[in-house]
């Protein structure tokens, strides 16, 4: 079993930046990935950003150029740096951690950004 923790979410005017981070604990793998994925209302689950422990960067096309994802391995702590952010950025972000055994989400943390 693996538990995840977020942190950083809230409410930001557009353009602004926030943080997210995501502290994962447990039964943890050397070989892993972790990640965002987010979720707007009324919409599907979609993909922000996802790294391995690796280094492996996948992002998606939307928040290409304005997020970074980056992670501790010492700390199990994976981080998203969110700048320039837009309206359509609104949504709840969920931490997710997989790796060969599985796959476990976070609880969600809120983030709004205002017009």
């Known amino acids: 079993q693996v538990q995840l923790v977020e942190s950083g979410g809230g409410l930001v005017q557009g353009g602004g930046s926030l943080r997210l981070s995501c502290a994962a604990s447990g039964s943890i793998e050397s070989i892993n990935a972790m990640g965002w994925y987010r979720q707007a209302p009324g919409k599907q689950r979609e993909l922000a950003g996802t790294?391995?422990?690796?280094?492996?960067?996948n992002y998606a096309d939307s928040v290409k150029g304005r997020f970074t994802i980056s992670r501790d391995n010492a700390k199990n702590t994976v981080y998203l740096q969110m700048s320039k952010l837009k309206p359509e950025d609104t949504a709840v972000y969920y931490c997710?951690?997989?790796?060969?055994?599985?796959?476990?989400w976070g609880q969600g943390t809120q983030v709004t950004v205002s017009s």
């Open positions: 997710n951690y997989a790796d060969w055994s599985g796959n476990w």
């Open positions: 790294m391995t422990s690796g280094g492996g960067t």
